[in-house]
């Protein structure tokens, strides 16, 4: 299908999620195509791998990071990083249209001043999913966390700030934007596992961009 001709059915709205946490219903569709065109110029410089958690498992989504400091996993621990363990450079920079975007998406939701220094481009497959978690390896959580959702659709499940706790399902669409902070930036969430779909810009592909205020505790 025609991304124009989609676009136009897809309504622009915000949706209240929980307290401090919007969903921008295509927020960003109209920067759609250059969003993951821009996401392949980064994969180019620091491919998409799959992190192995402290636990032993391997992810089954695969990551890239832009933007000065990348989130990475390994058998030692969470951290953010500077440098890219794969190629041993720091991270490729942050493409300005993500920087405009995440400023501008948070300001909409009320968070004045967004500044993040880390960004992490999550890749879907058909089954790939994240399992419950919190993100709490940023050290300023006054700050929110604002997500980008391109290609296939995929189920976010949103907890509250108990892992037991009732869980809202709500859908992802190309384009949507979410911006997580207050009472919210440390609920727990996730991703259902990733059905088989085409998406004319991305094939069976979902994309994640999260854009986070590390502030990393290593960097003083
Ligand atoms: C709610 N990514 O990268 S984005 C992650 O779709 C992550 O790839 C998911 O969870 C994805 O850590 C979900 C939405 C998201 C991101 C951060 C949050 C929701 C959040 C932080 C606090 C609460
Ligand atoms: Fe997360």
């Not at 915000?14 to 065109?37: K, S, T």
């Not at 500044?115 to 994240?130: E, F, I, M, Q």
């Not at 969430?189 to 085409?198: D, N, R, S, T, Y």
Request: charge should be neutral; hydrophobic fraction near 40%; aromatic fraction near 10%.
């Amino acid at each position: 299908m025609n991304s124009d001709l989609f676009a136009g059915f897809v309504e622009r709205r915000d949706e209240p999620l929980a307290d401090g946490a919007w969903v921008l219903r295509g927020f960003a569709l109209e920067i759609g195509q250059a969003l993951v065109q821009d996401i392949h110029a980064v994969a180019e410089s620091a491919p998409f791998r799959h992190l192995v958690t402290p636990g032993g498992f391997t992810m089954s989504v695969a990551m890239t990071n832009c933007g000065r400091l990348g989130w990475c996993s390994d058998r030692r621990g969470y951290r953010y990083d500077r440098i890219d363990p794969i190629t041993g450079k720091p991270w490729p920079a942050m493409p300005e249209r993500f920087a405009r975007l995440a400023a501008d998406a948070a300001a909409h939701a009320g968070y004045a001043d967004f500044d993040p220094d880390a960004c992490l481009v999550n890749r879907y497959t058909p089954g790939s999913r994240l399992t419950l978690h919190q993100d709490r390896d940023e050290r300023d959580s006054s700050q929110p966390i604002v997500s980008v959702s391109l290609g296939v659709p995929a189920t976010f499940q949103f907890g509250g700030n108990e892992r037991a706790g009732p869980k809202q399902r709500v859908p992802l669409l190309h384009g949507d934007v979410v911006v997580w902070g207050g009472p919210s930036r440390l609920a727990y969430h996730g991703v259902g596992p990733l059905k088989e779909a085409l998406h004319p810009l991305t094939g069976n592909y979902r994309f994640n961009i999260t854009f986070r205020a590390a502030r990393w505790k290593a960097e003083g």
